[in-house]
């Protein structure tokens, strides 16, 4: 029997997350042979985790609680030990019924995670080993103020690693999210959310946050509300929506009872209803509409457009209170496209205060070769005379000569500490920052006045063309296949677009035709 199968403590001391994860990922061998997708069998395992965490939860201290009253996430005789007193086929029947009756329970977070679940392990072996070799023996929560589902987000990470698949297209690097999130610092009593929240990262980062700095004050009305609304999230794919609803609640983010605090729909589609202090996402890249829509409705939008990202920078400004902050992950093509993007960035400089850019290095996402940005912006009532709200807008180029890959030099949060004290080096005044080689502001009058307004803007020259310092070979070779994929990516979204163009105008064509037909039809009858 190998060491992933082999009954152990409840987590030994030195035991880590990263330890877990790599058995529970050992175990997706025997998934994968099913012939399910990474996403399939991530769900499959976070289905069976989340309900062994919420038996774990239901079992902690009482000083861990912050006070609240609380009920089991899941119902006696459908949790955790109902499964780890049965064996082989009783084991699946029950299995598969504990997922129908929870499933059942609509209109709440619980009712939401387990909404048409299917069991995908059909062999009862296999299923009793998951169970009762891998997952019950381990402690996989921490005993402080909240549950901490960090082998769960360990457990995304590594689908997101799997290229192959996919998967990372619903994952943001959790240093660049933390980084972010102490740049915003969120507070008790804010309202945030996400409008394309995939696993719901930046929302348990900006959660955790709040914990961890504002403990003494999260009892009683103030812990309710960050349990039960302060926190919410948009997503368009039901099965990602899922993920982040377990993530959510496997970090102590809502209750099983209550209402889903992830909405499913397509943001762009609607004028928002609600409005929040803080807005904090990765808006997905590309063209188009995923519903097939041009967004032509959103009468509360600067311009059409059918770039994605220039319309959540749109959507995101209409979602924002007065007075409220953004960070969003942003394209390079963002800053400098013109048409709708110029119109968009003019707007954008003159209704919020755009203090922040962060240029970020290629190497740190699960797509090689992605050229992007953070954007830092406040959105401010109307100044008299229609004075812009942006003074100055400060660039952090931490691009230029940084190198990093998935696997030899993978992104850290350390690695964005002097960004995110250069971010806060004047306090609540940005023009009382501190200037440095990587960090410069330009003013607002400088910038409006270039071409386009164009904001792709450059600090720091690279040292590469004066000095005959190299990076080793293994970084430079990496960097060429990231540029190539590149390429690759912008080449066959060149001809996809060519593809449909020409499918549109063969059925304009076709359409054209029995019109045609039809009226000279109708001359002959006449």
């Not at 368009?236 to 929506?241: H, N, P, Q, Y």
Request: aromatic content about 8%; charged content about 25%; hydrophobic content about 35%.
């Amino acid at each position: 029997m190998n060491s992933a199968t082999t009954p152990g403590p409840r987590r030994p001391a030195g035991e880590t997350t990263s330890t877990l994860v790599n058995r529970l990922w050992s175990y997706c061998e025997l998934l994968r042979h099913s012939g399910v997708s990474t996403l399939d069998y991530v769900e499959q395992l976070t289905y069976l985790l989340f309900l062994k965490m919420a038996d774990e939860r239901a079992n902690r201290p009482a000083k861990f609680r912050r006070n609240l009253p609380e009920e089991p996430l899941v119902p006696p005789g459908l949790d955790w030990p109902s499964l780890t007193s049965r064996s082989a086929e009783d084991l699946v029947d029950h299995y598969e019924h504990v997922l129908r009756q929870l499933g059942r329970r609509g209109g709440t977070m619980l009712g939401e995670v387990f909404t048409k679940a299917q069991n995908k392990v059909h062999e009862p072996a296999v299923l009793e080993r998951l169970i009762k070799d891998l997952i019950d023996p381990y402690t996989w929560t921490r005993e402080n103020l909240d549950l901490k589902g960090d082998a769960y987000e360990g457990l995304l990470q590594r689908g997101a690693e799997d290229r192959k698949t996919g998967a990372g297209q619903y994952f943001t690097p959790r240093p660049l999210i933390d980084a972010m999130v102490d740049c915003v610092q969120p507070r008790p009593g804010e309202s945030i959310t996400d409008p394309a929240c995939g696993t719901g990262g930046f929302l348990i980062a900006a959660h955790a946050h709040i914990v961890e700095r504002y403990e003494e004050q999260l009892y009683g009305d103030e812990a309710r509300k960050l349990q039960t609304g302060a926190i919410t999230g948009y997503e368009l794919v039901r099965e990602t929506a899922r993920l982040a609803l377990m993530n959510m609640l496997l970090h102590g983010i809502g209750t099983s009872e209550a209402r889903p605090l992830i909405t499913i729909q397509d943001s762009l589609a609607k004028s928002p209803h609600k409005f929040y202090d803080i807005v904090l996402a990765n808006p997905p890249f590309g063209v188009g509409s995923v519903t097939g829509e041009a967004y032509t409705s959103r009468k509360d939008f600067w311009t059409q457009t059918t770039n994605k990202q220039l319309n959540f920078v749109q959507h995101i400004y209409t979602l924002l209170k007065t007075n409220g902050r953004a960070a969003l992950v942003l394209p390079d093509n963002v800053l400098f496209e013109g048409g709708a993007g110029a119109e968009i960035r003019r707007r954008l400089l003159d209704l919020t205060d755009v203090h922040t850019l962060l240029r970020l290095p290629t190497g740190i996402f699960y797509a090689n070769g992605v050229k992007a940005n953070v954007l830092f912006f406040d959105k401010r009532p109307p100044r008299p005379g229609g004075k812009p709200a942006t003074k100055r807008l400060w660039v952090y180029d931490f691009r230029t000569d940084q190198r990093f890959t998935l696997k030899q030099r993978a992104l850290r949060r350390e690695h964005l500490d002097e960004f995110v004290a250069a971010f806060h080096s004047g306090g609540t005044d940005h023009s009382a920052r501190k200037p440095s080689e990587r960090f410069r502001s330009y003013e607002y009058d400088e910038l409006i006045a270039r071409d386009k307004v164009n904001l792709d803007l450059t600090v720091l020259q690279s040292a590469s063309a004066s000095s005959a310092t190299l990076a080793p070979p293994d970084v430079i070779a990496q960097e060429i296949v990231e540029d190539l994929e590149t390429a690759l990516a912008e080449f066959t979204a060149v001809a996809q677009a060519l593809k449909k163009a020409a499918s549109t105008r063969a059925i304009d064509g076709a359409a054209g035709t029995t019109s045609a037909s039809q009226d000279n039809n109708t001359s002959q009858e006449r």
